[in-house]
C-alpha cells in the first residue's frame, strides 16, 4: 500500500503564501511524477503543477510566476509554495503520484486526502 499524507493548508489571507508538503510512502519502488490538482466548490478537479522525475514541470496558466514545486527524491516529498495567493485559489488541494511498486508492475497512481485552502481577508 502506498499513502501520502499531505500538509500545510489552512487560511491565508489574499496575497499571503502558504507552503503545500505531500510525503509518499509504503511500497515505493520509483516514482514517476508527484504533483497538485485542487477543486473548487461546483467545479472539476484541476491541475495545479506537477513534477516528473526527470525534473520537467506542468504549471497551470493560473498559477504560473506564483507557484513553484519542488520534489525531494530521497525522501518521496513534493512541496509547493504558492505566492501572491488570491481568492480564486481557494480550494481543497490534493496530492497525486504516480508510481511502481517493483520493476515489472506497471505505474500506479495514489490521491491524497486533500488540504482546504481558503484565501479570505
Known amino acids: 500500500q502506498v499513502q501520502l499524507v499531505e500538509s500545510g493548508g489552512g487560511l491565508v489571507q489574499p496575497g499571503g503564501s502558504l507552503r503545500l508538503s505531500c510525503a509518499a510512502s509504503?511500497?515505493?519502488?520509483?516514482?514517476?511524477?508527484m504533483g497538485w490538482y485542487r477543486q473548487a466548490p461546483g467545479k472539476q478537479r484541476e491541475l495545479v503543477v506537477r513534477?516528473?522525475?526527470?525534473?520537467?514541470?506542468d504549471y497551470a496558466d493560473s498559477v504560473k510566476g506564483r507557484g513553484s514545486i519542488s520534489m525531494d527524491n530521497a525522501k518521496n516529498t513534493v512541496y509547493l509554495q504558492m505566492n501572491d495567493l488570491k481568492p480564486e485559489d481557494t480550494a481543497v488541494y490534493y496530492c497525486?503520484?504516480?508510481?511502481?511498486?517493483?520493476?515489472?508492475?506497471?505505474?500506479?497512481?495514489?490521491w491524497g486526502q486533500g488540504t482546504q485552502v481558503t484565501v479570505s481577508s
Open positions: 509504503g511500497s515505493i519502488f520509483s516514482i514517476n511524477a
Open positions: 513534477v516528473r522525475v526527470s525534473g520537467t514541470t
Open positions: 497525486n503520484v504516480w508510481f511502481r511498486t517493483n520493476y515489472y508492475t506497471p505505474v500506479s497512481e495514489r
